[in-house]
């Protein structure tokens, strides 16, 4: 058994929850958008061919922004080819995922479908096969109230109000040489500030993100954000960050800590924003938009698109099934992004459905949740007000990857309207109980409101269609306040939500 304690203080803030670090991501990518997001023969089905069930469940996550249409998709993609009378859209081979796109669902489509969700757009341009000219068009069909060429076009279509879409990623990892269209730092640098300009000639509201690195392992990460946010920095207001983790030989203890990669991540693009600030003498600073983050077991047959004369129409492709300790380190991310917020001001869990995702969904049938559906929900909805910095002192334990870990990892937030003080915690250990007190002499007089646990002695058990309910979390019946601390036991591999109100 390990004994851990927090320490917190209204005092110590780092910055704001953000809604928008509860966003996710939509791609065209296999059954992402149909028979996923879209899926017209569904009983839940609405006019749109939008299923009923899936936008219940979006809302049940909490998620804040939806970023589309890609991911590696945008990079090859003609938005107006999707725009207009269904019926006359050409099908497009989409060389990214080796699919045939058949453009049912486009620009229009996604926006109806935002506002049926309750749901942020947050809109990709292709600086991959196209530049400054197509993304002005986009922009000018999506934000432009009328009198000009696409913004009557998108009138003509039925919308007749500007869709006013804020925030816009300028291509997506440019970085990578899987990427079509892939460009140098210096390439992409210039072709992001000037697209970014221009975007702002005709609407200077708008929050533009620039392509970061793709993960910290790439061999330009920091040289990459430096040669492009030397190139960009004043055009734009975020540079974008991605990480996905997977378990490999069946190293758990080193998969659990993968958020040591993701607060190192973040420190160094900071840094490295920073130091391009102070070299330009630029007065703004930039913020990180995380917009693609998950498990992802990358080197898994499913992850690799099909090949050959075969250009299927959604099938089957990165359809991950999560199990208890993804879960915890989905929830443990999520940790590293609030604790983060001072710099990390948007975030996308990708993705949303089907598609190395919480929500699964049989073409034209059952709906169901994956394990990692409920840290996310969990902490969408509890966290709220300030992220507290928080004295953390944990045993630590030896993993191959990274060295000696801290067993422990949490966050806390504090609602000064409500008087909420919610913990959200992780125990990494794969072994041991760990018990945890919370020293609560800054917050005199709470109670224990809600307290709930993730975990169990299989921690490989995955939700199926047929049961998705037999690992949730439950109530942690241990957790108790009692001199000024609160102390709660934490089973091996778990991510617990401790909420304590005013008494
Ligand atoms: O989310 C799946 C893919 O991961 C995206 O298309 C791409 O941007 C990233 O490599």
Known sequence: MHSATVSLDPAFVVGPVRRRTFGSFVEHLGRCVYTGIHDPGHPTADADGFRGDVIELTRELGVSTVRYPGGNFVSGYRWEDAVGPVEQRPRRLDLAWHTMEPNLVGVDEFMRWTAKAGV??????????????EALDLLEYCNVPAGSYWADQRRANGAED????????????MDGPWQIGHKTAQEYGRLAAETARAMRMIDQGLELVVCGSSSSAMPTFGEWEHTVLTEAYEHVDHISAHAYYWEED????????????????????AATADAV??????????????????VWYQKRAESRPPSGDDWPVAPVLLEDRYNVADAVLVGNMLISLLRNTDRVHAASLAQLVNVIAPIMTEPGGRIWKQTIFHPFALTARHAAGEVLRLAVDSPVHETAKFGEVAVLDAVATYDAESGDVVLFAVNRSLTEQVVLDVD????????????????NPDHTWHATADDDTSVLPQPNTSAKVADDRVRAELPPVSWSMLRLEKE
């Open 250 to 269: 069946g190293d758990l203890a080193s998969f659990l800590a993968s958020v040591v990669d993701m607060d190192h991540f973040v420190e160094s693009v």
């Open 120 to 133: 942020e757009p947050m809109m990709a341009v292709n600086l991959g096969t196209r530049g400054v000219q």
């Open 440 to 455: 609560l002499r800054g917050f005199p007089g709470m109670r224990v409101a809600q307290a709930l646990t993730l975990s």
């Open 277 to 294: 600030r102070a070299a330009g003498k630029h007065t703004k600073r930039i913020h990180i938009s995380f917009d693609e983050w998950n």
């Open 162 to 173: 500007p869709y006013k879409i804020k925030m816009w990623c300028l291509g997506n990892e």
